[in-house]
């Protein structure tokens, strides 16, 4: 059985960065897409970013150029690395695992960890 755990969410000032790790457990992740999501209470869990079991990359245009993923097989773990943090980037983030780096849908993603929190304070 795949078990996803993400870390290295916390608090930090606008502007500042964070590095999320999602690792995963019970089996290989290398041949499936990876997906980090993000929920603010009482919204939808939206898109953020990911990436292709060929490391090809998607991200949500309010990211673009702040936000990095990345992978690691033989760690198995994805990353996600987050500069330039706004304090709209405050939200709880998970990661899963998708289909493609292009699908944006959190329906066709499966496994999900139990998220990380992540609060920028302006």
């Known amino acids: 059985q795949l078990h996803l755990e993400e870390s290295g969410g916390g608090l930090v000032q606008a502007g500042g960065s964070l590095r999320l790790s999602c690792e995963a457990s019970?089996?290989?992740?290398?041949?499936?897409?990876m997906g980090w999501f993000r929920q603010v209470s009482g919204k939808e869990r939206e898109f953020v970013a990911a990436?292709?079991?060929?490391?090809?990359?998607y991200y949500v245009d309010s990211v673009k150029g702040r936000f990095t993923i990345s992978r690691d097989n033989a760690h198995r773990t994805v990353y996600l690395q987050m500069n330039s943090l706004k304090p709209e980037d405050t939200a709880i983030y998970y990661c899963?695992?998708?289909?493609?780096?292009?699908?944006?849908?959190?329906?066709?993603?499966?496994?999900w960890g139990q998220g990380t929190q992540v609060t920028v304070s302006s």
């Open positions: 899963a695992v998708g289909p493609s780096s292009r699908t944006l849908n959190r329906h066709l993603y499966d496994y």
């Open positions: 019970g089996r290989t992740v290398s041949s499936y897409a």
């Open positions: 990436i292709g079991w060929d490391d090809s990359t």
